[in-house]
């Protein structure tokens, strides 16, 4: 298949999972009226996230990030952090990072998944 071809498919994937994850439906009821195999949907939902995952593997070896409009700022950390009190619920809870705000407070452990960090992103960015 041409390469014109696969990003014309490619697309048109994309948009139907976009679509299906919009509607509220369940995959299988989104699916079913609009003529399209379960089979196929997971499939073309699975060969869609190993190539954003062969993409981001081959943009970290090259030293390249892809670009999703994240931008980066440097954050000193002071000598001295007060101690942040744990809140009732989460006994031995220690964060390893703090970023506050008039509003919010956001505790992240080191052991934070990156898709978590990048939803606290989408969410921080979006209230703003």
Not at 31 to 54: D, I, M, P, W
Not at 83 to 103: K, L, N, S
């Amino acid at each position: 298949m041409d390469q014109i071809t696969h990003e014309v498919r490619r697309q048109k994937w994309l948009d139907w999972i976009n679509q299906c994850n919009a509607s509220g439906l369940t995959r299988e009821e989104w699916c079913r009226l609009h003529g399209v195999s379960t089979k196929t949907f997971y499939y073309r939902q699975k060969q869609l996230r190993n190539e954003a995952y062969a993409l981001s593997v081959k943009s970290e070896a090259q030293g390249k990030l892809v670009s999703s409009g994240t931008a980066f700022a440097e954050i000193e950390v002071p000598q001295s952090l007060p101690p942040v009190q744990p809140r009732e619920g989460r006994p031995g809870f220690q964060p390893d990072a703090v970023i506050r705000t008039r509003t919010l407070t956001i505790e992240v452990s080191n052991n934070a998944s990156r898709d978590l960090l990048s939803l606290i992103q989408a969410v921080v960015t979006h209230a703003q």
